[in-house]
């Protein structure tokens, strides 16, 4: 039994800002690529600092992560769905980091200037080469499809603790609010008053 | 799992149905985002499209529209003047490296140069602080049309095998009479130094106090122009105003005066196709010097794209549609060119040749 039941307040406050940004981004990226109207380059102005934020903070919540690990999934979670939680969060960390940087990198090997605001820049990681280009820009595309697909089943799944396992899965990354409860369990037990 | 947590097999399949519904919905928000419920948006992909050539197969590994070209690189000499415009350090009196791309606006990379009526030029002007201005201008006065839309309205007429198209466009869209008017009666010439080429967009400037001026700019050659008629330039070999540029700038440098022209309150920004009055005050702010020619081939203009919303601090978009749509369709071209590599003569002679 470990003292640490949910994840740390850092770890829910960043899980939480983090979505919002990954999914803003998604959005932006589709939303973007898909208009020639003036939003377009409002759309490639957020698109820039935005991941590159999301970068910082995916290191960061990494680092914080191999600090203070994670509450261990409940016992009676079958074998096949606890690797399923594991391999998704893998790959969850792994696209926070790596999509950003292949943004960076596909840039950076076509000459553009990577500017984040006025006048800033972020400096050119890779020379000029039409095969990086393209190798990258595939993987771009195609990677940020698999990250919604990942994340819509990480929600399937997260929604699926919350409302029928009722596991304490759910609440272990609840927003901050919920107080800490030590309980029997391996999990908090948190009440659970909703119904219907 | 502890009896008081089991729910009823019942509200087991609601709750599943439920969380179901939300998936379907966050995915279908993606899906429309992405435009595909919207099959009357203008995309940069339908853009591009359209600019593929009579026959249907895009130039490949070429760029999509002004495909056919050749690489220059020479200095920007800043004389200092256009620092009380704008803030941005290619204004402040030095020399700063260009790189360019002198082009024809045709989608047939093997084209005889004689036969195109537009012409352009890229630019990329590179300052100490890290910092690029990146351009790209033709030689006609006006752009055809008022509107991106408009643009893509004019592809559509062009490709299409009804008589009737081009006469329709020109009656829904009669800013394009100023620019046909122009191709008829203007004069050629037999140089791509001879050439004037202009922003036509417009673009803010911004001071160092922070005052924003409305602004277009062009390129004014520095030799003297020799008109030369259209059926003469037509018996030219195919190559020659790449190979006349090349000779030129072998025997030393083609120069250009950069004058940026300021609007007057109420001049309008958002219409490429009008013309701003002739008594605006115009500033000389520096010289183009191109200093050697390289074919496209192995040449350092190949991989860039002459992005025109690639701007340094102290120049910004305005309301003109322009810049933006040009920024994605150029981007879409640059992806398809590029991914298209294996198919670009890179050592072989172009086909004209
Ligand atoms: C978590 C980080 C990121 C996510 C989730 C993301 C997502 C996306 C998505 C969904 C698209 C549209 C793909 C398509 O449908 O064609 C896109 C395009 C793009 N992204 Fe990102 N992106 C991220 C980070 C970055 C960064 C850091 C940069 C640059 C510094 C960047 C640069 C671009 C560019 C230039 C495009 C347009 C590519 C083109 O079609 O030419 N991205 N991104
Ligand atoms: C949109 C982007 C999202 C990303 C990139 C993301 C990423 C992650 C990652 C990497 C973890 C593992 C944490 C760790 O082990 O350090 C995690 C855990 C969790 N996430 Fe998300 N998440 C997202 C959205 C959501 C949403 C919308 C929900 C709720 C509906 C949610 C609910 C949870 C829950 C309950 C956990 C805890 C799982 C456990 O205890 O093992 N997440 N998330
Ligand atoms: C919505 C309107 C326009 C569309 C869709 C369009 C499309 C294109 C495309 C696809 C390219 C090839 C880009 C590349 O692969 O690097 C191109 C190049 C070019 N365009 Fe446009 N264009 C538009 C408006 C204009 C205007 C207003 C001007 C002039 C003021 C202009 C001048 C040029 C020039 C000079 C080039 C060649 C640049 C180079 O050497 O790389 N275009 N255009």
């Known amino acids: 039994m470990t003292p640490i039941r949910r994840f740390t307040p850092p770890q829910r406050f960043l899980h939480w800002l983090m979505a919002l940004c990954i999914l803003a981004m998604l959005f932006i990226g589709v939303g973007m690529v898909s208009t020639v109207a003036p939003k377009y380059l409002t759309l490639v102005s957020i698109h820039k600092p935005l991941g590159t934020l999301i970068l910082i903070l995916a290191l960061i919540r990494l680092a914080v992560r191999l600090r203070y690990r994670a509450p261990p999934l409940p016992p009676d979670l079958p074998e096949p769905l606890k690797l399923a939680a594991h391999l998704s969060h893998y790959a969850l960390y792994a696209l926070m980091i790596v999509m950003p940087l292949i943004g960076w990198g596909m840039l950076s090997a076509a000459a553009y200037p990577v500017e984040l605001w006025d006048g800033v820049y972020l400096p050119s990681i890779l020379p000029l080469s039409d095969r990086l280009h393209t190798v990258l820009w595939n993987a771009h595309y195609y990677l940020a499809f698999l990250f919604y697909v990942v994340i819509l089943m990480h929600v399937a799944a997260a929604l699926f603790h919350a409302i029928i396992r009722r596991d304490g899965v759910f609440e272990a990354m609840g927003p901050a609010l919920t107080r800490d409860k030590v309980g029997p369990a391996d999990r908090p037990v948190v009440p659970l008053q909703r119904s219907g | ?353």
């Open chain 2, 1 to 353: 799992m502890p009896e008081s947590r089991r729910l009823p097999t019942g509200s087991v399949i609601g709750r599943l149905v439920l969380i179901a519904a939300v998936i379907a919905c966050a995915a279908a928000a993606f899906v429309y985002t992405g435009g595909w419920f919207s099959p009357e948006r203008l995309t940069p992909d339908k853009l591009v499209d359209a600019l593929t050539p009579p026959g249907g197969a895009p130039p490949l590994g070429h760029r999509r529209n002004h495909a056919k070209g050749v690489c220059f690189t020479g200095v920007f000499e800043a004389n200092g003047v256009g620092s009380e415009l704008s803030h941005a350090q290619v204004f402040a009196r030095g020399e700063y490296p260009a790189l360019g791309r002198f082009n024809l606006a045709t989608t047939n990379p093997n084209v005889r140069d004689g036969t195109v009526r537009v012409r352009g030029l890229g630019l990329m002007i590179s300052t100490p602080d890290g910092q690029e201005w990146r351009m790209a201008m033709i030689d006609a006065p006006v752009f055809p049309v008022a509107t991106p839309q408009g643009f893509y309205q004019l592809l559509l007429a062009q490709a299409s095998k009804d008589p009737n198209a081009m006469p329709t466009f020109a009656k829904t869209h009669p800013e394009i009479a100023k620019f046909s008017n122009w191709a008829k009666s203007a004069p050629w010439t037999g140089s791509y130094a001879e050439d004037r080429f202009n922003s036509l967009n417009s673009f803010i400037f911004v001071d160092g106090s922070g005052a924003e001026h409305a602004v277009r700019w062009s390129l004014l050659p520095a030799a003297q122009p020799v008109v030369v008629a259209p059926e003469e330039l037509a018996k030219r070999r195919p190559d020659f105003l790449e190979q006349e540029i090349t000779e030129r700038v072998r025997g030393g440098p083609a120069r250009w005066t950069m004058l940026v022209t300021v609007a007057n309150p109420g001049d309008t920004t958002a219409d490429p196709s009008q013309p701003w009055p002739q008594d605006r005050r115009a500033v000389e702010v520096g010289t183009l010097v191109v200093r050697e020619i390289e074919a496209e081939r192995n040449g350092p203009c190949r991989d860039i794209n002459f992005d025109p919303t690639v701007l340094p601090s102290g120049i910004r978009t305005s309301d003109d549609p322009f810049p933006a749509a040009r920024s994605s369709a150029y981007a879409k071209s640059y992806d398809r060119r590029t991914a298209e590599a294996e198919d670009y003569p890179r050592t072989a002679p172009g086909g004209s040749q």
